[in-house]
């Protein structure tokens, strides 16, 4: 994640992230620190306070997801050369490709109507 790619490991309090793109598409996410700060948390956080809990299967998946990215560095590493491959060949086709080296690449159109086109015969 974000806080191994610049190297802070150990050095963040409060993690939030998403099941929803990184580990398998589902839903909901997560937060991670200490025992003392999820505590409090859990106490006076309105949006935990009136939110539902993830389905099993979506736990299930996102847990699994993580023992596979933590077994092998053989998926990462495709990641890793996937993404490079599509900023390149995008990037040689002309495209602006927003933010630096991450597998989420932003195709910068620079016009809605026209984007909305390229969504529209992407499907």
Do not use: C, W
Not at 97 to 110: D, K, L, R, T
Not at 114 to 122: C, E, P, R, T, V
Request: proline share 5%; hydrophobic share 40%; aromatic share 6%.
């Amino acid at each position: 994640g974000t806080e191994e790619y610049f190297d802070h490991l150990g050095q963040i309090d409060i993690i939030n992230s998403t099941l929803g793109k990184a580990l398998g598409g589902a839903a909901g996410g997560y937060t991670t620190s200490s025992q003392e700060l999820i505590d409090l948390l859990r106490q006076r956080s309105r949006p935990y306070l009136f939110s539902n809990s993830l389905p099993p299967p979506v736990v299930a998946s996102g847990l699994k997801a993580l023992e596979l990215v933590m077994s092998s560095s053989e998926l990462l590493d495709r990641l890793k050369d996937n993404t490079q491959r599509f900023r390149s060949a995008m990037t040689a086709a002309g495209f602006t490709i927003s933010g630096e080296n991450h597998p989420i690449s932003p195709v910068m159109i620079g016009d809605a109507k026209l984007a909305s086109d390229f969504a529209d015969k992407m499907l």
